[in-house]
């Protein structure tokens, strides 16, 4: 199996069970905190260059579910520079190994027969956004 390096939210348990599951799996996963990496334009495009801008982003983020923030609307740079300053906003988990960038956990990608979530089922104060 491959070694993963797995950017996520501490403390949110979705992003717990896609660690075991990849784990369970055969997978090496190494976590790493999203929020405090230092994050670079380039570093961040690598993970969503075959997706829309709007994929780019946490739709369960509280300025996306507003609509005080419409992804749609901005373009790549724009996109790239609200990132990097709001690391909450990235889509989550993004995950890199032997070749392969993900940002969101895809089941099917990844080799496992059973999505293990995608969405966040914990405490608001511990997952969200």
């Known amino acids: 199996m ?6 996520h939210k501490p403390g949110c348990s979705t992003n717990a069970r896609q660690i075991e599951a990849l784990r369970a799996a055969g997978h090496v996963v190494h976590p790493h905190n999203l929020l405090t990496e230092p994050w670079t334009a380039q570093r961040l495009l690598d993970f969503f260059i075959d997706l829309p801008i709007e994929q780019w982003f946490n739709p369960a983020a509280p300025v996306i579910r ?3 923030l419409s992804p749609a609307l901005l373009d790549s740079g724009s996109a ?10 990235i889509r989550r988990p993004l995950i890199e190994g032997e070749g392969l960038r993900v940002a969101g956990f895809d089941a099917a990608r990844l080799g496992l027969a059973d999505d293990p979530g995608s969405g966040c089922s914990g405490s608001p104060d ?3 956004p």
């Open 2 to 7: 491959a070694t993963l390096h797995f950017w």
């Open 80 to 89: 790239l520079r609200t990132l990097i300053a709001e690391p909450l906003l």
């Open 126 to 128: 511990i997952c969200q």
């Open 66 to 68: 507003s609509g005080e």
